[in-house]
T-cell receptor, first 115, second 112 residues
């Protein structure tokens, strides 16, 4: 059973464009919705996260939009830059009152931003 | 303030040998998590530990894998009698109580 599904698997964007990555989940007990960024050979790093009591959160060029009824959340990267080229993972967690450290990662989206 | 430190970064073992992966959490963090990442896949939760206690090991294979986080020293993920399917990147992460997870750079295990 695939609990978390990301799309697209890969994405190519021109510099200055908008990158949009979507994440659909099944477990309605999730109450923490982060996006992680991973560069080759490195560990994932938290990019931005949202709790279910808000529908949108913006930090700089990065925005999370959350749709609780549809069980989906998305990452928007405005003014995409070549340095944003990386793999992005959604990783909802926090189900059942456990620590927010037990995350369920999506399969990842490889973003390439062309100069 | 050093981040999460993992060693070794790369480890090569032959089938049947043991692999030991170490993780020192960030200063002040008492929660440690281990995740496994197979090639071109997302990370999969393995185990969650606090000092001297295993809190959640629901993602650990039933055999050959064990983890500990002693009162003193790093957390250890131990894989006995490794098989080729154990080849993966193993990531450790730490956090304060229920805060942000900080990941190490991973230990990449290759089983020949």
């Amino acid at each position: 059973q695939q609990q978390v599904k990301q799309s697209p698997q890969s994405l190519i964007v021109q510099k200055g464009g908008i990158s949009i990555i979507n994440c659909a989940y099944e477990n309605t007990a999730f109450d923490y919705f982060p996006w992680y960024q991973q560069f080759p050979g490195k560990g994932p790093a938290l990019l931005i996260a949202i709790r279910p009591d808000v529908s949108e959160k913006k930090e700089g060029r990065f925005t999370i939009s959350f749709n609780k009824s549809a069980k989906q959340f998305s990452l928007h990267i405005m003014d995409s830059q070549p340095g944003d080229s990386a793999t992005y993972f959604c990783a909802p967690g926090g189900a059942g009152g456990t620590s927010y450290g037990k995350l369920t990662f999506g399969q990842g989206t490889i973003l390439t931003v062309h100069p | 303030n050093a981040g999460v430190m993992q060693n070794p970064r790369h480890l090569v073992r032959r089938r049947g040998q043991e692999a030991r992966l170490r993780c020192s959490p960030m200063k002040g963090h008492s929660h440690v998590y281990w995740y496994r990442q197979l090639p071109e896949e997302g990370l999969k939760f393995m185990v969650y530990l606090q000092k001297e206690n295993i809190i959640d090991e629901s993602g650990m294979p039933k055999e050959r894998f064990s983890a500990e986080f002693p009162k003193e020293g790093p957390s250890i993920l131990r894989i006995q009698q490794v098989v080729r399917g154990d080849s993966a990147a193993y990531f450790c992460a730490s956090s304060q109580t229920t805060g942000e997870l900080f990941f190490g750079e991973g230990s990449r295990l290759t089983v020949l």
